[in-house]
């Protein structure tokens, strides 16, 4: 068994923001905390969860038959889930691609539930996980977070390809290693 999600990797220049915003991030949090490490930031498009490895092979030829045209993303602002009064996941989102890649999600669910994946029952939200709180009721500085958050310049970025991803659980947290890469077509 595999645990697999359906993702776009982010340029190594996003990593160095990622890295510099849970450094200023994580002493706003009171409550204990997991923050993402700057390699394994990544925008969800789907998760699949525990999976057989015996169907690697149909989900890499369903993904191959996903088309899309690249298109610019810029991270920009930010908030939590599922509110500021009770944060549980620290999040950046998207001042441009978020429909572009509320398209990408639909169109790999609908790729992945014609093979037996289950479809997506909640609305998509294009965002980058930057931390998770594990007590909300002491999810710290909300205000600061947010300050933060905003305040932070990202740079523009092409989405060029979407990448199915192995997550491995670790005691230093998840792993995460790109099984497949599937590029857009301009």
């Known amino acids: 068994m595999a645990r697999l999600f359906v993702g776009i ?3 190594e220049a996003h990593q160095a923001v990622v890295a510099g915003l849970v450094a200023r991030l ?4 009171l409550g204990p ?12 498009l789907k998760f699949l969860g525990e999976t057989d490895a015996a169907r690697l092979p149909d989900i890499t030829l369903a993904l191959g038959g996903v088309a899309f045209a690249p298109f610019p993303l810029v991270v ?15 999040w950046a989102g998207l001042a441009e691609g978020a429909g572009p890649c509320r398209a990408l999600a639909a169109a790999v669910d609908a ?18 996980t930057l931390g998770r709180l594990r007590d909300p009721s002491r999810g710290g500085d ?12 990202w740079p523009p970025a092409m989405v060029e390809a979407l990448t199915l991803y192995e997550s491995t659980l ?14 857009g077509q301009s």
Do not use: C, K
């Not at 994580?26 to 949090?29: E, F, S, W």
């Open 76 to 90: 920009a602002g930010g908030g939590f889930f599922p509110s500021p009064a009770r944060p549980r996941v620290v």
């Open 26 to 29: 994580r002493p706003l949090a």
């Open 142 to 153: 909300v205000r600061g977070m947010l300050a933060v958050l905003g305040e932070t310049v």
């Open 170 to 183: 670790g005691p230093q947290g998840p792993r995460y290693v790109a099984l497949a890469r599937f590029p």
């Open 111 to 128: 790729t992945l539930a014609r093979i037996g994946f289950a479809a997506e029952a909640r609305p998509f939200a294009a965002h980058l």
């Open 9 to 11: 990797g982010l340029p």
């Open 33 to 44: 905390a997991t923050w993402t490490r700057p390699d394994n930031a990544h925008l969800t």
